[in-house]
């Protein structure tokens, strides 16, 4: 607390200088003013003594420091503070890269039915959590899929599971990204959205999201239990070759 007040003080005593000759020209020019309009009144008015105008700049430099500077310094150290809460909050941030190994991981086995898995490749979202705090409760959805001018979800948004059998739900720690799967290609089946196949709708052809080529756009959002939600939208440019096909962050 005495350092803060030694700060202040000597910020007062930096500011009077600069303050004074503010008070002068203030003071000059509001005589000149003065004396302008009085003539043009038909008044004459002498000028200020030198004492005089000394004392005018005193009084409005002390005006400055002792009112103007505190709120200026209040001003600053408000969006200070306001500046370092942002930055310790935690927010979520996600994203995606071709170039990412998380986010794109060639050559996986999955099982596609008794006794018989395939190679493919997985797509994820890397979820990150930005701030001091871990983010709970986790939640992955694809909320929209478009080709073209038609919704292929058809308002249904399907949950997603993170990667490594995390389940639906995840804890998101400061430095430690997690992936949340969106999608997975190979040339025998194509590619489909690895949703969760629990009270999916019938009315969507779940198998068929990706039966013919052409851009498909899907935006993808995380809900947390500790801070807003995140979206990421991105252009799936399906030629039905997983290969050659890309996905880009729009």
Known sequence: MVGS????????????????????????????????????????????????????????????????????????????????????????????????????????YITAGPDKDVVATWYRIKVEALGVSALTGCRGRLVALERGSSNLLLGETPSLSFAQGDGLSKIISPGVPEYLDFLVANDTHGAHVPVVSEHLSQAVRWNELFSIPGDHRLRIVVVPRDCPPASIDLLFRWNLNPRTSEILVV
Not at 47 to 65: H, K
């Open 5 to 108: 007040f030694r700060d202040y003080i000597w910020e007062c005593i930096k500011e009077a200088p600069s303050a004074w000759r503010r008070g002068m020209i203030a003071v000059t020019l509001l005589t000149y003013i003065v004396i302008a309009a009085a003539l043009l009144l038909g008044w004459h008015l002498n000028a200020l003594s030198n004492f005089q105008l000394a004392t005018g700049a005193l009084l409005v430099a002390l005006l400055e420091i002792l009112v103007i500077l505190p709120f200026k310094l209040w001003k600053a150290n408000t969006a200070k503070i306001d500046e370092l809460e942002d930055r310790i909050k935690s927010k979520i941030r996600l994203s995606f890269s071709m170039n990412e190994p998380g986010c794109v991981r060639p050559n996986t």
